[in-house]
């Protein structure tokens, strides 16, 4: 996949970073350990994702929240699509279309099936269909969101409460 790096405010030391050169509906991808987040960059420094288990070890709604939110200190890159059927305002209005609704699911319905829904028309998911491909590689993966999740979860004092 064709990604460009970029740098967030927490990145540059605290400096307000610059979102003028971020294109409108650009598909945004927060390199996490392990696993990649996605999300829709909608103007104003602020992006639409699937929170999923990206922010918590609850599971979260499609919300729009600050561009350094998104990326939560992670690095910060643009994902091309070259064949995207809706473009700028028109992938804006349908990644906000959706803001509230709360069915993540991990293997159907992630934050990366959110932008490819946004940009192509049609629910995908990358990350899913290499980790169903490759059983090692999905292993990989599933040990990295375990421990996100967990470390999510202690961080909020809510790990106990979420295996009692």
Known sequence: MNTNLLQTSSEAGGEQASTIDLP????LVSARSGYEHH???VGNGRVVHYAGFAGSAH???VEEVELDRFAAGHPLSIRATPCARY??????CRARSRLGENRYRLLTN??????????LGESRSEQVHCSLRH?????HVLMC????F???GVKGGRVAAQFA
């Open 24 to 27: 409108i509906g650009a598909h």
């Open 110 to 119: 992630n934050c990366e099936h959110f932008c490819a829904w946004v940009l």
């Open 59 to 61: 599971r979260g709604p």
């Open 87 to 92: 473009i700028g305002e028109e992938a804006v």
């Open 39 to 41: 999300g829709i960059y």
């Open 135 to 139: 059983p090692r590689t999905g292993m």
């Open 145 to 148: 969101l375990v421990k996100a």
């Open 150 to 152: 967990v470390e999510s």
